[in-house]
Every structure is written in structure tokens, then in C-alpha cells.
């Protein structure tokens, strides 16, 4: 540790406030090497520069050489609780994510009992409260008949509802993992037509998905998973929510883009027309092709799939012009006993949220991106696409999350290291850097990887001490 640094001991209650010094502070009009403070949880000064001495009873970390960045936002995590808490649960889950310099995260609902009710969204909001040391949000899932209940949690047209801790309706289009699905128009259009809030769609054509699962069902090799989710079965469920959008004026988000074709066919909507319908894509489909997938298996298996070297290049030039706005995870943990089954019996998804911020910047070392697209596409865009109050900036007033990142340490992904409850990692054996060095929420530091702990690092909070739900304005 720096000299005359001080973060908290593990469990030791801290109130939230902090100075940082002497960071490239990453803030909304460039990079700048300078010292913040963070008072009661929220930002209260920020000087490029330096200058800012420690006030009585403040924590103090000296961040010279490092990157100070508004903490990560990650819109699309599977947490596992209820159900599958041997996968992984909230409390797990929101430690993983502390670990990668994830301050906030929104979890999915295809649980078990799936969270399709306002009051088993209720009660994941309750279980955070004891178990995360993250900010935390959640999606209720749509079922063809569950109509009601959406309209409680999300509002009705042009009367939103802001409930703290609700993000928006969560429509699998496609069969995935769990039993949540809508794909039938009539049922989408109701949906649609009906509710208020913030639509996100697992953009999959059920139909085609059934149809060509037979001219594949009999092969072995994990090629036949992008072949049989092909990206026409993508391309055709986007362009279903994108229509049913535009009829209704609802606000509608594509989650995990991952095909070339998808990505140049929103980059046609107007300027307007982006501003209601944003996607996202995933650090996996960013950096893993074809190859990757021979070479990895099913460790790699997820739906939609990981593609090929030209559908990677395409993310890649959408996310530049903006047609992309966000990086999300889809952190979808399972056993390494049940990836081992190989295709087709292998369950769809992958581990990511505790190296997706390291993923990226090592994309930004690498001259792929800048830091300060990383902050936008892993921070600020995010926050602006969900309406959250007070995230995604390092800007006085903003809410005290922020991490600590060296990109200078490289760090060798291990399974071993592995915060998430199955113990594993797609990127393992991948050399890394912009691991979070400090974590903070609220202004309380809650995870810290120093010479002290390793390269895993240490948790510096108790579950349940900091974090809160996330607070969204409505969508009418």
C-alpha cells in the first residue's frame, strides 16, 4: 500500500466518505490527474491538479499511477437466487462483481420460482438488502399472461412507475435458460401495447430455434451451436421488438447483440429512433470468435452464441459509431460438472461480471478503445439508457461509487482466484489488466486487491453494509 494510506480492515464499518489522490481521474470532459473527495456517500469535490488535504476521521487512498473511474454498471447479470444458490446467490454474486470494479448491477428473473410478480421482484430487493455490498436493480419476467402484475411493477402507458430496485420487463423471445418465454405476436403485442417501463428482449426466433434444432440435434461438435442460433433466428426476433417499438412508442432495449447483421440493421434507425431503442453486447463477443469456441468447447456455450471473426469486427465498428451503446455480462454461471455434458446437453452461459471491466481495458491498452469509451460504454451509458439517479459519472453531486484501476499490473486470469461461486472463468490463462485495485460504494471502500491480498483481492465489507436498490425514473 501507498504510504499513509488507509482503507478499512475486513468488516469494519466505515462511514462514506474518502479522499483519493493523485489519480488519472477519467471525468465526463477527458482524463485528468488530480484527487476527489467523496463526503456521505456522494461526490463533494473533485480537483484537477491536487491539492485536497485529509479532513479528521477521513479514509485517505493514494492513488498515484492509477485510474480513478466511476464504477461499473452491469445491466444484465443471472445471479442464480431463488433456485440455484449453489450456482450462485446475491450475496455471492454482488461480491464477484466488487471484485471487477462493478458498483451496480441488474439481475435477470428466469429464477426458479421465476420472479414474474411484484412481489417476488419484492423479495429479491429484500434479499440484496442483507447480502450485497453492490448497488443492485431487477428485472420481473413476462409470461403471455402475467400482464397485471407487470403493470404493477412498471406502470401502464404514460403512467410509469419508479420503484426503487425495478428496472423494466425482461421478454425472452427465444428459449433459453429456464422456463420463461414469449414469443407468440399476439402475446408480444399486448405486452407492448400495455405496459410502461423499459422492455428488454432476448432477441431469438423461438419458431426457427425449434425448426432447425433437428437438422442439428444430431451432431456433437460445439460448431453447431452458432450454426443452429444462426444469426438470421437473431436478426429475426430484433427486427419483431424493434417494429412492435416503433407501433407502440415503447421504450425497448436488445440485450446481448452478438451478429454482424443485427448490429448494421439498427444502425439504420434515425437519430430519434436510437434514443428509444438501445442494445448492448458483451465483452465474450468482443474478443472470443470461432476459434476461441474450437479450442475452449462448451465452456464458451451461451446463447446467443459466440459468432464468427467477421460478426466480432461489426460489434466492434457499431460500438465506435454508437449504435451499440453498452457492455453488459450476461454473467450466467454453471457448474463445470454440467458444462462437461457437451453439446447439445450443456447448459447456455458463462461466468463474466468479475472480469469484464479488465476485459475491456485491456482492449483500451491495446488501442482497440480509449479508457474513456470504456467508462462510457461500462458507466455512464448504462446509467443513461436505465434513467439511474446519480450513476455513471465522476461528477460533483454523483453518488460515491468509483474503483481504483492499475493499468499497470497484468494479472493472469485463474480459476482458482474465481469470486463467483462455480469457481471458473472464460478467460482463464488470459493476462489482464485494469483490475480494480479499490472498490467503492457509497464512499465506503468494499473490495481492495493490493500486495497484501493477492491477485484476488480481499472483500472489505460486510454483506449487507453498503449498496442500495437502484432508483430509476419512469418510462411512459
Same mark, same amino acid.
Given at each position: ?35 476527489? /473527495? ?14 485536497l488535504q485529509p479532513e479528521d476521521g477521513e479514509m485517505f487512498h493514494d492513488a498515484t499511477g492509477m ?58 430487493? =429484500? ?19 402475467n400482464l397485471v402484475e407487470l403493470q404493477r411493477a412498471v406502470g401502464e402507458p404514460g403512467e410509469g ?57 444430431? /451432431? ?43 448490429? =448494421? ?14 442494445t448492448e453486447t458483451l465483452p465474450q463477443h468482443l474478443t472470443f470468435n470461432q476459434d476461441d469456441v ?30 451499440? $451503446? ?26 463474466? $461480471? ?46 460515491? =461509487?468509483?474503483? $481504483? ?7 493472469? $486470469? ?43 483481492? /480481499? ?18
Amino acid at each position: 500500500m501507498h504510504s499513509g494510506q488507509r482503507v478499512p480492515d475486513e468488516g469494519e464499518t466505515m462511514s462514506g466518505g474518502i479522499l483519493i489522490r493523485g489519480a488519472s481521474m477519467v471525468l465526463p470532459n477527458g482524463i485528468v490527474v488530480g484527487d476527489l /473527495r467523496i463526503t456521505d456517500g456522494v461526490i463533494t469535490e473533485i480537483c484537477p491538479g491536487g491539492g485536497l488535504q485529509p479532513e479528521d476521521g477521513e479514509m485517505f487512498h493514494d492513488a498515484t499511477g492509477m485510474h480513478l473511474l466511476p464504477g461499473g454498471i452491469d445491466p444484465q447479470v443471472h445471479f442464480r437466487e431463488p433456485g440455484q444458490e449453489f450456482k450462485e446467490d446475491l450475496q455471492s454474486g454482488s461480491a464477484a462483481a466488487a471484485s471487477g470494479g462493478i458498483t451496480s448491477f441488474l439481475d435477470m428473473p428466469n429464477n426458479n420460482p421465476a420472479a414474474t410478480t411484484l412481489e417476488s421482484i419484492q423479495a429479491k430487493i =429484500d434479499s440484496a438488502s442483507q447480502k450485497c455490498i453492490t448497488n443492485y436493480g431487477f428485472f420481473i419476467g413476462a409470461t403471455p399472461d402475467n400482464l397485471v402484475e407487470l403493470q404493477r411493477a412498471v406502470g401502464e402507458p404514460g403512467e410509469g412507475i419508479a420503484y426503487p430496485g425495478i428496472c423494466g420487463i425482461k421478454i425472452f423471445m427465444g428459449s433459453s435458460t429456464g422456463d420463461l418465454l414469449v414469443h407468440e405476436k399476439e402475446h408480444l403485442s399486448n405486452i407492448f401495447s400495455n405496459t410502461a417501463g423499459l422492455i428488454a428482449v432476448h432477441a431469438e426466433d423461438e419458431n426457427r430455434l425449434k425448426s432447425r434444432f433437428e437438422d442439428h440435434k444430431h /451432431r456433437s461438435d460445439i460448431a453447431a451451436h452458432a450454426e443452429w442460433r444462426d444469426e438470421i433466428t437473431a436478426l429475426n426476433a430484433t427486427q419483431l421488438a424493434v417494429e412492435m417499438a416503433k407501433e407502440t412508442g415503447h421504450r425497448l432495449h436488445v440485450l446481448h447483440l452478438t451478429s454482424g447483421i443485427e448490429a =448494421d440493421y439498427l444502425a439504420e434507425l434515425s437519430a430519434d429512433e436510437k434514443m428509444q431503442i438501445t442494445t448492448e453486447t458483451l465483452p465474450q463477443h468482443l474478443t472470443f470468435n470461432q476459434d476461441d469456441v474450437e479450442e475452449r468447447g462448451v465452456r464458451l456455450k451461451m446463447n446467443p452464441p459466440i459468432r464468427y471473426s467477421q460478426d466480432r469486427e461489426t460489434l466492434w465498428k457499431r460500438l465506435h459509431d454508437g449504435t451499440i $451503446v453498452c457492455i453488459a455480462t450476461d454473467h450466467a454461471p454453471h457448474l463445470l460438472e454440467d458444462k462437461a455434458k457437451g453439446w447439445p446437453n450443456a447448459p447456455s452461459g458463462m461466468p463474466g $461480471v468479475e472480469t469484464s471491466l479488465a476485459v475491456m481495458l485491456t482492449h483500451a491498452r491495446d488501442g482497440r478503445c480509449t479508457i474513456e469509451q470504456v467508462v462510457a460504454w461500462m458507466s455512464t451509458n448504462v446509467a443513461q439508457a436505465y434513467q439511474m439517479v446519480g450513476k455513471g459519472k465522476l461528477e460533483v453531486g454523483m453518488d460515491g =461509487d468509483v474503483v $481504483v484501476v492499475d493499468m499497470n499490473r497484468e494479472i493472469v $486470469v485463474d480459476d482458482e482466484n474465481s469470486w463467483t461461486r462455480v469457481g471458473w472463468n472464460p478467460f482463464h490463462g488470459r493476462s489482464l489488466v485494469g483490475w480494480s485495485h479499490l472498490t467503492v460504494v457509497d464512499g465506503i471502500p468494499v473490495f481492495a486487491r493490493d500486495a497484501s491480498s493477492g491477485d484476488m483481492g /480481499r472483500l472489505l465489507a460486510e454483506a449487507g453494509t453498503v449498496g442500495s436498490p437502484l432508483v430509476m425514473m419512469p418510462w411512459n
